[in-house]
């Protein structure tokens, strides 16, 4: 089989699962690339892939679990018994069930998985003074990345049709875990040093943040502590306190690899 056209589809407020899903087009060489960008909304309508596309599914992880806010995103796709590649991109703690939860639930949309990752990224909590995962995907990241579209695409060339290939099977358990109630938060603007550029508005993958009585207001109740808005601000003036940051600089700071299921 030959998929010239390759789809990626993120959701990626701090970049990380953007990164690691144009490292795997790369390596997958189609001839088209096409994207689908949910990290700020839906698709104006909902889309049904084509059965001659190749879709990179990456999004992040949050406690273990896919994202809520991309799973609610990835339901306006839809396809019939066509390829994909489920990818999650996680803070160097685990990604736990979400790999087998974005496969699941890509399966159930009518996509057949044909190989899958479970990536690093720095971790949305990391900090200079703590960090976690800082700067990844690294270089060495993005050669395993494009390696990994490469070997899938030998995979898939090797094949004459999805159904003489494997049913995948990736690292997770169904049930999936139960993540626990999250406690609202949401970075806060050091108003001293924030120039109203607006920029953390637009950033917001959840449009949790607005001018109220001429100062920054970030809604906890809307927030998901992605904290986009904290590693773009221009001016470093967005700060998210939370003794998480701590405790996964602490117990998780060394260095963790890619797996791959191909």
Known sequence: M??????????????????????IAEGLDGEVLLESDITYGLPEEP??????????VAVPVYGGRVAETAMERLRAFSAHQAPVVPVVVYGNRDYEDALKELSDTLTVAGFVPVSAGAFIGEHSFSRKDMPIA????????????????????????QAESLSDLKPLEVKGNYPYKVKGPSTPQAPVTNEDLCTQCEYCIDVCPVSAISIVDDRMFSDPAICIKCCACVKECPEAARTFDTPYTAMLHKNFSARREPELFI
Do not use: N, W
């Open 2 to 23: 030959e998929y010239s056209h390759v789809h990626i589809v993120y959701f990626s407020p701090t970049h990380t699962s953007a990164k690691t899903a144009y490292a």
């Open 47 to 56: 889309v049904e892939i084509a059965g001659d596309e190749l879709t990179i």
């Open 134 to 157: 800082a700067e990844r995907p690294d270089e060495a990241d993005h050669e395993l990345a494009t390696r990994f579209g490469r070997e899938i695409r030998m995979k898939l060339q």
